[in-house]
């Protein structure tokens, strides 16, 4: 990759996510049926814009396989410690109005969802040290703000402690036990 990542495409059905014991022996699900007068115009093989420097250089994953970026030595130096490696960083509170901290939330609430779409812009802001970042991502949330919270999250970060430079890097995320661990 241009931004020096090394990507592997990986068969969908291992993928390191099953390797957790809750989700062995599973496979990917097949996409859920799509309820009446949905518009696939927008769908993934519609769309025009590559968003990782990798696919922009002419790769591209194999059909059934997904790109998962190469962990490097490096990565694992980052990281405060073996346990954390992986995790977002602790201490900024959800009800956080101090500096530095800069947030807008939407939420809507109701029965049944096929899904969820955000657009984010993607910039490479400047970050001063390797200790802040900058994010921005959408969240899909099941339970309250209480101990039943679960999180599955996608978006955009630029963090030189993560990744060791300042590009911005697409991320996904999810949580279990009220934000307690990623499964």
Excluded at 75 to 100: E, Q, Y
């Amino acid at each position: 990759s241009p931004d020096g990542d090394l990507i592997d495409c990986i068969i969908s059905h291992q993928q390191p996510a099953f390797d957790h014991p809750k989700l062995k022996g599973q496979k990917p699900l097949d996409p859920p049926e799509r309820p009446k007068g949905y518009n696939g115009d927008n769908n993934r093989e519609n769309a025009t814009n590559n968003f990782q420097l990798w696919v922009d250089s002419g790769e591209e994953c194999p059909k059934g396989t997904i790109p998962i970026r190469r962990t490097t030595e490096q990565d694992f130096l980052r990281a405060n410690s073996v346990r954390r490696f992986g995790r977002k960083p602790r201490g900024v509170r959800r009800d956080s109005t101090g500096t530095g901290h800069e947030h807008a939330v939407m939420f809507v609430n109701g029965e049944q969802y096929y899904g969820a779409k955000a657009s984010i812009n993607v910039w490479t802001p400047r970050v001063t040290d390797q200790y802040e970042f900058s994010l921005s991502q959408i969240w899909v949330i099941a339970g309250s703000f209480g101990n039943d919270l679960n999180t599955i999250e996608a978006g955009w970060q630029v963090s030189p402690e993560l990744y060791g430079d300042n590009y911005p890097r697409f991320f996904t995320y999810w949580t279990d036990l009220s934000k307690q661990t990623t499964e």
